[in-house]
């Protein structure tokens, strides 16, 4: 259990979904697809080019993917609070209406005539009216808390196209290092494949230890549940590569 004085991540929590699925995609894709072909029988030289194109159609593949659907949700969501802003300027009391039941979710008792609570304020007028009545009378304030409300977004947790999708690129491109660079220095395809997979998995441990470190977990669960995919998906990538080879030779 953390300290009640630990730090939160900050700004950058929202980011937290494209660094890890960017590196763990460059490590555990790249590696299988390593696999497959070392399994086919390729050559070192030829090993290695297939890594390279991987590795580099990868990151650009995962930059676009996240920048189209980063805008696109942005986009998304900027309509429905032009709507909700349209909304409450022509349907006020409704949205106050709205509001009133939203206020439940967030704690906020509902009103009772024979209640003493210290929810109710001087004058008799509980902490719900109040709020009620403050939101009437500021049409900003009140779209503000209708989309964190209605839409569970605050401004601060939205997220840039283009942080998500150079984020992801770069770290794809990181991730796929490790079962690049072993073909670079060897002669033999399966001392590189052997090379790769301890790189791999070595990262692999370490990535599943820096994301604990972001979710307060375990480290160690989440170091070996990277570990255990990513050697599953190794061993069917070069199975198969193994009997596609002897189906076509």
């Known amino acids: 259990t953390p300290p009640a004085t630990a730090e939160h991540l900050g ?4 980011y937290w979904r ?6 763990n995609d460059g ?3 790249t590696f299988l ?3 497959g072909v070392a399994g086919g029988g390729l050559s070192t030289t030829d090993i290695l080019l297939t890594a390279i194109a991987g590795s580099i159609a990868g990151a650009v593949s995962m930059c676009a993917g996240e920048f189209v659907a980063t805008k696109s949700q942005d986009e998304v969501l900027k309509g429905e609070i032009e709507l909700e802003n ?3 300027q022509k349907y006020l009391n409704d949205e106050l209406l709205e509001l009133a039941e939203l206020l439940s979710l967030i704690g906020i008792p509902e009103d009772d005539e024979n209640d003493d609570s210290p ?5 008799g007028v509980s902490l719900r009216q109040q709020l009620l009545s403050y939101y009437s009378n500021n049409p900003n304030d009140l ?3 209708m989309v964190a409300l209605e839409f569970g977004v605050v401004e601060e947790e939205r997220r840039s196209p283009w942080v998500a999708g150079a984020t992801s690129c770069l770290l794809f491109f990181l991730g796929s290092l490790p ?6 220095f060897v002669t033999d395809p399966l001392d590189g494949l052997i090379a790769a997979g301890v790189a791999t998995g070595i990262a692999l441990l370490f990535v599943g230890g820096v994301k604990t470190w972001a979710t307060r977990g375990r480290p160690l669960e989440a170091a070996v549940e990277n570990l255990v995919i990513a050697g599953l998906g190794g061993l069917l990538a070069y199975g198969v590569g193994v009997g596609f080879d002897k189906l076509i030779r």
Not at 11 to 14: A, E, L, N, P, Y
Not at 18 to 23: A, K, N, R, Y
Not at 119 to 123: A, D, I, N, R
Request: proline content about 3%.
């Open 11 to 14: 700004k950058h929590r929202q």
């Open 86 to 88: 349209k909304h409450i």
């Open 33 to 35: 697809l390593v696999a």
């Open 143 to 145: 779209l503000k808390i």
């Open 27 to 29: 490590l555990v894709s």
């Open 179 to 184: 079962s690049v660079v072993p073909f670079a």
């Open 119 to 123: 929810e109710v304020g001087t004058g």
């Open 18 to 23: 494209d660094i890890i699925l960017g590196v």
